[in-house]
Nanobody, 121 residues
């Protein structure tokens, strides 16, 4: 039905930057919210940032100022610019989208496969 593919992860030194991308494809009528979540080893998944169709954003308090979320609705793509990375940012980052796949159907969440971000310390 819907596929979300993340890209841009990798290995980066502390203090560096990465830009993650997530493109949604498939049977998409519309996408409401999109967001980024992450899960570090041994920890639960946590919200990093979310963004509405109109561009309203919300960030995890500890990340506000370092991370910036944005989207291009025409491309069904959401981005996460990550600056001043540190070892605590090491995690698998997952893309999320709230998608309507039928004109009169419900809005359902979809998840990407995740992209690994590793920050060397």
């Amino acid at each position: 039905q819907v596929q979300l593919v993340e890209s841009g992860g990798g290995l980066v030194q502390a203090g560096g930057s990465l830009r993650l991308s997530c493109a949604a494809s498939g049977r998409i009528v519309s996408i409401n919210g999109m967001g980024w979540y992450r899960q570090a080893p041994g920890k639960q998944r946590e919200m990093v940032a979310v963004i509405t169709r109109s561009g309203e954003t919300k960030y995890a308090d500890a990340l506000k100022g370092r991370f910036t979320i944005s989207r291009e609705n025409a491309k069904n793509t959401v981005y996460l610019q990550m600056n001043s990375l540190n070892s605590e940012d090491t995690a698998v980052y997952y893309c999320n989208a709230e998608v309507k796949t039928l004109p009169w159907g419900p809005i359902s969440p979809y998840w990407g496969q995740g992209t690994q971000v590793t920050v060397s310390s």
